[in-house]
């Protein structure tokens, strides 16, 4: 009976071709939710949303990508995150966005940690990494759709610079802030402060 095994280098390339479709079915699905954001209305009486549940799902593979890449992940939230009102799928999204970026935009021996807290009115998410930073003349453009601080054609980054701009309109739709305060060669904390469910319903009563 023959060996019906593929050769080692074959089942590379496999594995090279299913992850690039991968990443290319995720790109399609962002454009096309980015696009259908555009023309949505604020988030409003939509479902209740528990950051402690959709972390660790949404951090699953962040250590192991970020240890590839020689980059240190930490991680920690207060256990008694009060629920929020949004779109869950967004949220989860966005926070993946910071991540990825926070990890790619860094360098071997740098450090990635996010954290969730909350006070009487909000919860807030930051990420924060000691990668290659943003220039301040760049903090503006950087939330807009396809952008990326370098634009050369041999940029050594990869990627469409849509992240920054769907984790804007996230926020944007869920009436919550985005703040980025980031220093050249020192790294970023990007930040997302939503109202937590209580907030929100006085809000809409107001």
Same mark, same amino acid.
């Given at each position: 009976? =023959?060996?019906?095994?593929? +050769?080692?280098?074959?089942?590379?390339?496999?594995?090279?071709?299913?992850?690039?479709?991968?990443?290319?079915?995720?790109?399609?699905?962002?454009?096309? @939710?980015?696009?259908?954001?555009?023309?949505?209305?604020?988030?409003?009486?939509?479902?209740?949303?528990?950051?402690?549940?959709?972390? +660790?799902?949404?951090?699953?593979?962040?250590?192991?990508?970020?240890?590839?890449?020689?980059?240190?992940?930490?991680? =920690?939230?207060?256990?008694?995150? +009060?629920?929020?009102?949004? @779109?869950?799928?967004? &949220?989860?999204?966005?926070?993946?966005?910071?991540?990825?970026?926070?990890?790619?935009?860094? =360098? +071997?021996?740098?450090?990635?940690?996010?954290?969730?807290?909350? @006070?009487?009115?909000?919860?807030?998410?930051?990420? =924060?990494?000691?990668?290659?930073?943003?220039?301040?003349?760049?903090?503006?453009? &950087?939330?807009?759709?396809?952008?990326?601080? @370098?634009?050369?054609?041999?940029?050594?980054?990869?990627?469409?610079?849509?992240?920054?701009?769907?984790?804007?309109?996230?926020?944007?739709?869920?009436?919550?802030?985005?703040?980025?305060?980031?220093?050249?060669?020192?790294?970023?904390?990007?930040?997302?402060?939503?109202?937590?469910?209580?907030?929100?319903?006085?809000?809409?009563?107001?």
């Amino acid at each position: 009976q =023959s060996d019906q095994r593929l +050769p080692v280098d074959c089942t590379d390339h496999a594995s090279e071709i299913l992850s690039s479709g991968n990443r290319l079915l995720s790109l399609v699905n962002d454009i096309l @939710d980015f696009t259908q954001m555009l023309t949505d209305e604020p988030v409003r009486h939509h479902n209740l949303v528990y950051l402690t549940d959709i972390i +660790p799902i949404t951090l699953g593979n962040a250590k192991q990508n970020a240890a590839l890449a020689g980059v240190t992940f930490a991680q =920690s939230w207060s256990e008694d995150l +009060p629920a929020i009102l949004g @779109d869950n799928k967004r &949220i989860s999204r966005a926070l993946a966005h910071l991540v990825d970026n926070a990890i790619k935009f860094n =360098s +071997p021996g740098g450090a990635v940690l996010v954290t969730a807290c909350h @006070d009487q009115q909000n919860v807030v998410i930051d990420v =924060s990494d000691t990668g290659i930073g943003i220039p301040a003349t760049a903090l503006a453009a &950087i939330r807009e759709s396809f952008s990326q601080c @370098d634009l050369r054609l041999d940029r050594r980054y990869e990627g469409t610079g849509l992240g920054l701009a769907y984790v804007a309109r996230v926020a944007d739709l869920h009436g919550a802030t985005f703040e980025i305060v980031s220093e050249p060669a020192k790294g970023t904390r990007a930040r997302i402060v939503f109202a937590s469910m209580e907030m929100s319903q006085a809000l809409e009563v107001a």
